[in-house]
């Protein structure tokens, strides 16, 4: 089975700073998929990056970036120029293998999140 | 607004009693995914439908059910409610629901927040 974890509960950071937010990840399957989401103190999730397992390069969407090492199997959130509205819960997650007959549901296992707190 | 629709945003009721949250997916989206997140256990998968169907089960209570109708909307039906069930349940859809090798973004909905008293 596959498991995600996110060893970091809290996490500060400086304004307009760099952070970053680890994850690992345990799996024997060679097709996977890792995402980031952010939850605000609102609640809702919103969906940051995401990595495929055979992408060459690492993902980047706007100063999200992702930190992928397949062989330490991790997939670090990096947050260049911190803001005081990331301050949030960032989830790491992966999406589940295909199953027997090659083919993933795309269910999402999630990580147990880091509090992120952005200091002015 | 993710697109994602789910009703009611909070819900208040006592043990024994039965409940009904509503998601309705993005427009186009074929898959339903239900979570429930407490302090305790973090974000748990319950249940996923695709296209009317069950496509997998997590760890969902059996006093606990769910459906996808022929609109696409789906219910998650929690019965004989017990403290523990306190919880935000999210509902979650993506475009596909088989056969995923890509992004498959899975888009939330702000989550229904149950209150068992």
């Known amino acids: 089975a596959q498991k995600i974890t996110q060893t970091q509960p809290g996490m500060f950071v400086q304004e307009k700073e760099a952070v970053t937010l680890d994850c690992t990840y345990d799996?024997?399957?060679?097709?996977?998929?890792l995402f980031w989401y952010k939850q605000p103190s609102s609640g809702e999730m919103i969906f940051l990056i995401y990595?495929?397992?055979?992408?060459?390069q690492n993902a980047t969407e706007g100063r999200y970036s992702l930190n992928f090492q397949k062989a330490r199997k991790s997939a670090n959130l990096v947050i260049s120029a911190s803001q005081l509205g990331d301050s949030a819960m960032y989830f790491c997650?992966?999406?589940?293998?295909?199953?027997?007959?090659?083919?993933?549901?795309?269910?999402?296992?999630f990580g147990q999140g880091t509090i992120l707190t952005v200091h002015p | 607004d993710s697109g994602v629709t789910q009703t009611p945003k909070h819900l208040i009721t006592a043990t024994g009693q039965r409940v009904t949250l509503r998601c309705s997916p993005r427009?186009?989206?074929?898959?339903v995914y239900w979570y429930q997140q407490s302090l305790d256990q973090g974000l748990q998968f319950l249940i996923h439908?695709?296209?009317?169907?069950?496509?997998a089960k997590g760890n969902i209570l059996e006093r606990f059910s769910a459906q996808q109708f022929p609109d696409l909307h789906s219910e998650l039906n929690l019965s004989s409610l017990e403290l523990g069930d306190s919880a935000l349940y999210f509902c979650?859809?993506?475009?596909?629901?088989?056969?995923?090798?890509?992004?498959?973004?899975?888009?939330f909905g702000a989550g229904s927040r149950l209150t068992v008293l």
């Open positions: 990595q495929g397992s055979y992408d060459q």
């Open positions: 979650a859809s993506s475009a596909l629901g088989q056969g995923v090798s890509g992004a498959n973004v899975l888009t």
């Open positions: 799996t024997s399957d060679p097709s996977y998929g």
């Open positions: 997650a992966m999406r589940d293998p295909p199953r027997a007959g090659g083919t993933s549901y795309g269910k999402l296992t």
């Open positions: 427009s186009g989206d074929l898959s």
């Open positions: 439908y695709y296209n009317g169907e069950e496509r």
